[in-house]
């Protein structure tokens, strides 16, 4: 299986300041159809995770731009720009290349 | 609006088996594939599986293999997933979630089911 790992495993931000989690893989998710096969999700306390960002740099369907997301191969990085109240969970970021899927252990950010 | 919503939460006793459902509409069923992932108390998420509605067909997680079955029914545009032989060890959070075939991501998930293992 690949194993992804993140860093930190927790972050503390002041709102209006900009945050960046890192995410590796164990071996490259780039295809053959040029994307990344990794993505980002958030879990807000007490919610079902949400899709921030899809196929390593692609911001899912409402999800601000003050959210982004970069890198290739085996590392990865999700940057918030200017952090908000409401950004407080745990990041996650999970490879889709193999059948056997796998997330990263999450980060948690907090205000 | 798309929604996948899930049954109830459960109590079960070790060694006894559990079958949590997830209730797909707003799309088209059979176009999309339905995931299972679990995440236990204060741990992160695991995935444990995937189930493609068109056909059928699954692939499990190896942690799991064995134990898991994903099946479906079209007529309800319901997902099932049975666990056997619980331990403590199986006590989590269950989702359902749909993958975008374009994404290659999960875009919408369920509530989450609340399995609790203990005797």
């Known amino acids: 299986d690949i194993v992804m790992t993140q860093s930190p495993l927790s972050l503390s931000v002041t709102p209006g300041e900009p945050a960046s989690i890192s995410c590796r893989s164990s071996q490259s998710l780039f295809y053959s159809t040029g994307h990344n096969y990794l993505d980002w999700y958030l879990q807000k306390p007490g919610q079902s995770p949400q899709l921030l960002i899809y196929?390593?740099?692609h911001r899912a369907s409402g999800v601000p731009d003050r959210f982004s997301g970069s890198g290739s191969g085996t590392d990865f990085t999700l940057k918030i720009s200017r952090v908000e109240a409401e950004d407080v969970g745990v990041y996650y970021c999970m490879q889709a290349l193999e059948s056997q899927l796998t997330f990263g252990g999450g980060t948690k950010v907090e205000i | 609006q798309v929604q996948l919503v899930q049954s109830g939460a459960e109590v079960k006793r070790p060694g006894a088996a559990v079958k949590v459902s997830c209730k797909a509409s707003?799309?088209?069923?059979?176009?999309?594939?339905i995931h299972w992932v679990r995440q236990a108390p204060g741990q992160g998420l695991e995935w444990m599986g995937i189930?493609?509605?068109?056909?059928?067909?699954?692939t499990y997680g190896q942690k799991l293999q064995g134990r898991v079955t994903m099946t479906c029914d079209t007529s309800t545009s319901t997902v099932y997933m049975e666990l056997s032989s619980l331990t403590s060890e199986d006590t989590a959070v269950y989702y359902c979630?749909?993958?975008?075939?374009?994404?290659?991501?999960?875009?919408?998930w369920g509530q989450g089911t609340m399995l609790t293992v203990s005797s």
């Open positions: 196929l390593g740099s």
């Open positions: 979630a749909r993958e975008r075939p374009d994404y290659h991501a999960f875009d919408f």
């Open positions: 707003g799309y088209i069923f059979t176009s999309y594939y």
């Open positions: 189930i493609k509605p068109s056909g059928g067909s699954t």
